[in-house]
């Protein structure tokens, strides 16, 4: 069973900074895709910021110039480095990714469990 392993939210001030990770647990015939979303109560589930295998990024408008998303393919593995935060980041942010288990299989989409990011003074 293929899981996405989240490490890295917590409190922190506004304009500081938090650095998330996802590692996916197992290996697996190719990453298509890696990315992280974030959902408020209440809210849909929106997309932050993604990374192909290819390295093509796309991010949030709310994202662009503060935040950065890369990846370690060697490691199954994605950052998003994420500079500046203002409260309106609070949210539970889900790593995800669409994966291709076997050479012979169709590529799905997995989910991580979340991670709380709080920011306040």
């Known amino acids: 069973q293929v899981q996405l392993v989240e490490s890295g939210g917590g409190l922190v001030q506004p304009g500081g900074s938090l650095r998330l990770s996802c590692t996916v647990s197992?290996?697996?015939?190719?990453?298509?895709?890696m990315g992280w979303y974030r959902q408020v109560p209440g809210n849909q589930r929106e997309m932050v910021a993604r990374i192909t295998n290819f390295g093509t990024t796309n991010y949030a408008d709310s994202a662009k110039g503060r935040f950065t998303i890369s990846s370690d393919n060697a490691k199954a593995s994605v950052f998003l480095q994420m500079n500046d935060l203002t409260p309106l980041d609070t949210a539970l942010y889900y790593c995800h990714a669409n994966i291709l288990e076997r050479p012979n299989g169709a590529a799905r989409a997995f989910w991580g469990q979340g991670t709380q990011v709080t920011v306040a003074s």
């Open positions: 197992r290996d697996v015939f190719r990453i298509n895709a």
